[in-house]
């Protein structure tokens, strides 16, 4: 038996028993992790990160993979010492999560978020121009959207559904409580246009694999492919673009949200000149945080497919 949600629903999934029973195990874990404080979170995390990287074969060749064409010159120890580092970061980003709720509010925000350049952003983020806010898989991504909704600055987000209908409710719960709002990666251009048009912030990951029609640029040394819609929302609208990145720093729930570039179209740059010159710029600014923190980076993601068009034709000539 399967229950499909209103066809009023964008994102319109079927939700079918098996939905239901991993949803209730999530949800099951979600109860334990909130009932306990989040410095046990911490131990547990390093637990499983350990057992993961070095006895489960859990997307490891994926993982190693990656690493070895970024850091070609890693001594093997170090490559696992950062795959095992970066499990503990994905686990603990999650337990993060269910905390956030319950232990960030408006009050204190500061005891746990450090933001350097905080000036620069709200004077674009509360322009009367929309601007687009750019970040990557990289630290606590979830949190950053979460701290600007308690800032009162709720933002639109372009999101692939996931794939557990159930579960996607209620991370779009969460992602919901500060007013962020969503649009499905599919058929939302026009959406797109009436929130830029009424001065809206839109906010997007920028490192997903965009198809063998993307905008191809060099990320972290490789060719990889790019939605061209985050430079033309920029480029046709003059939307601001700021490149963001939330870094854990050290204890759990302790973050630096750091601005890592600004394009702005009222100012000349060659970065602005085109499609390609603005993604490669936002893809460098993203490029430089992650060589500084690898560890928190989704090193499981698989970003490098396939090669660029003219690559292949060369081959098949």
Same mark, same amino acid.
């Given at each position: 038996?399967?229950?499909?949600?209103?066809?009023?629903?964008?994102?319109?999934?079927?939700?079918?028993?098996?939905?239901?029973?991993?949803?209730?195990?999530?949800?099951?874990?979600?109860?334990?992790?909130?009932?306990?404080?989040?410095?046990?979170?911490?131990?547990?995390?390093?637990?499983?990160?350990?057992?993961?990287?070095?006895?489960?074969?859990?997307?490891?060749?994926?993982?190693?993979?990656?690493?070895?064409?970024?850091?070609?010159?890693?001594?093997?120890?170090?490559?696992?010492?950062?795959?095992?580092?970066?499990?503990?970061?994905?686990?603990?980003?999650?337990?993060?999560?269910?905390?956030?709720?319950?232990?960030?509010?408006?009050?204190?925000?500061?005891?746990?978020?450090?933001?350097?350049?905080?000036?620069?952003?709200?004077?674009?983020?509360?322009?009367?121009?929309?601007?687009?806010?750019?970040?990557?898989?990289?630290?606590?991504?979830?949190?950053?959207?979460?701290?600007?909704?308690?800032?009162?600055?709720?933002?639109?987000?372009?999101?692939?559904? +996931? #794939?557990?209908?159930?579960?996607?409710?209620?991370?779009?719960?969460?992602?919901? =409580?500060?007013? &962020? %709002?969503?649009? !499905? $990666?599919?058929?939302?251009? +026009? #959406?797109?246009?009436?929130?830029?048009?009424?001065?809206?912030?839109?906010?997007? =990951?920028?490192? &997903? %694999?965009?198809? !063998? $029609?993307?905008?191809?640029?060099?990320?972290?040394?490789?060719?990889?492919?790019?939605?061209?819609?985050?430079?033309?929302?920029?480029?046709?609208?003059?939307? !601001?673009?700021?490149?963001?990145?939330?870094?854990?720093?050290?204890?759990?729930?302790?973050?630096?949200?750091?601005?890592?570039?600004?394009?702005?179209?009222?100012?000349?740059?060659?970065?602005?000149?085109?499609?390609?010159?603005?993604?490669?710029?936002?893809?460098?600014?993203?490029?430089?945080?992650?060589?500084?923190?690898?560890?928190?980076?989704?090193?499981?993601?698989?970003?490098?497919?396939?090669?660029?068009?003219?690559?292949?034709?060369?081959?098949?000539?």
């Amino acid at each position: 038996m399967s229950v499909r949600i209103s066809t009023d629903d964008p994102y319109n999934q079927t939700f079918g028993l098996k939905d239901r029973c991993a949803y209730l195990l999530f949800r099951m874990i979600i109860c334990i992790v909130q009932s306990t404080s989040v410095e046990r979170c911490d131990r547990w995390c390093r637990l499983v990160a350990r057992l993961l990287s070095r006895y489960l074969p859990l997307r490891r060749g994926l993982i190693q993979e990656n690493l070895k064409r970024v850091f070609p010159d890693w001594e093997p120890g170090r490559a696992v010492e950062v795959q095992e580092r970066m499990w503990h970061h994905l686990l603990l980003m999650g337990c993060e999560v269910a905390h956030a709720p319950r232990k960030i509010h408006r009050e204190n925000w500061h005891e746990h978020f450090r933001i350097p350049n905080r000036q620069a952003m709200l004077q674009i983020v509360l322009d009367d121009r929309p601007s687009v806010l750019v970040s990557g898989h990289y630290g606590n991504f979830e949190l950053a959207g979460f701290l600007t909704g308690l800032f009162g600055l709720p933002s639109t987000t372009i999101a692939r559904p +996931l #794939d557990n209908g159930f579960v996607h409710d209620y991370v779009t719960q969460f992602r919901s =409580l500060g007013g &962020q %709002h969503f649009l !499905p $990666k599919e058929g939302s251009s +026009l #959406d797109v246009q009436k929130l830029l048009g009424r001065g809206g912030n839109l906010a997007l =990951l920028a490192d &997903q %694999h965009a198809g !063998p $029609k993307g905008c191809w640029v060099d990320f972290l040394g490789h060719p990889a492919s790019c939605h061209k819609g985050l430079a033309l929302f920029t480029l046709s609208s003059g939307a !601001p673009m700021i490149v963001v990145g939330n870094t854990r720093k050290g204890a759990p729930l302790q973050f630096e949200l750091s601005v890592l570039g600004i394009a702005d179209p009222n100012q000349k740059g060659e970065h602005l000149n085109s499609v390609a010159t603005l993604t490669r710029w936002y893809n460098q600014c993203l490029e430089q945080i992650i060589c500084r923190f690898p560890e928190q980076y989704w090193w499981v993601h698989r970003r490098w497919k396939g090669e660029p068009p003219q690559k292949k034709s060369n081959r098949a000539a």
